[in-house]
């Protein structure tokens, strides 16, 4: 019986259904839990593409990076452990790797557990900003409410 329930639900991606679209690098998630390579925070975002200054900027903003990127620089190295930097950090290096890509579907587990309140609610509203501008439908599970006000629809489970 369940399964005639969820036969009913109908995923769509700027109007066009989800279950006709290319997934390749169309559909990119970002967890709590990423991984970084040991390499600079820039090689870590960028992964050999080459993207402008006025990107990366933007990015670094959108994903609250701009003051860390400022006091530690993109050169900074991650070491193999992540031991030299915070859990925060990293969660926001890895959403910055993502969403410069602009995939047409974003999905976001849980990507401010490790982030206080005032980031996590500025966060929020700057990836949605983003996602709006750029054409990204993003699917946000979160144990926090932050994306609520910027949501078409909120589904709790």
């Known amino acids: 019986m369940q399964e005639d329930y969820y036969e009913d639900i109908n995923i ?11 997934y390749n690098c169309n559909i990119l998630c970002v967890t709590q839990d990423n991984y970084l390579f040991h390499d600079t925070i820039l090689n870590n975002i960028c992964c050999g593409i080459n993207y402008s200054k006025e990107e990366l900027e933007e990015i670094y903003n959108v994903c609250e990076l701009t003051n860390f990127i400022k006091d530690y620089k993109e050169d900074k190295e991650v070491d193999q452990m992540d031991s030299n930097i915070s859990g925060g950090e990293k969660q926001r290096i890895c959403l910055a790797r993502i969403l410069i890509r602009k995939p047409k579907l ?3 587990d849980e990507i401010t557990a490790s982030l206080d309140k005032n980031t996590t609610t500025n966060l929020a509203k700057k990836v949605s900003e983003y996602c709006k501008k750029n054409d990204i439908t993003v699917i946000a599970i979160s144990h926090k ?3 609520d006000n910027y949501a078409n629809k ?3 489970i």
């Open 12 to 22: 769509k991606i700027n109007d066009k259904d989800a279950s006709k679209l290319d």
């Open 145 to 147: 409410n932050e994306f």
């Open 106 to 108: 974003l999905l976001l």
């Open 154 to 156: 909120v589904v709790k």
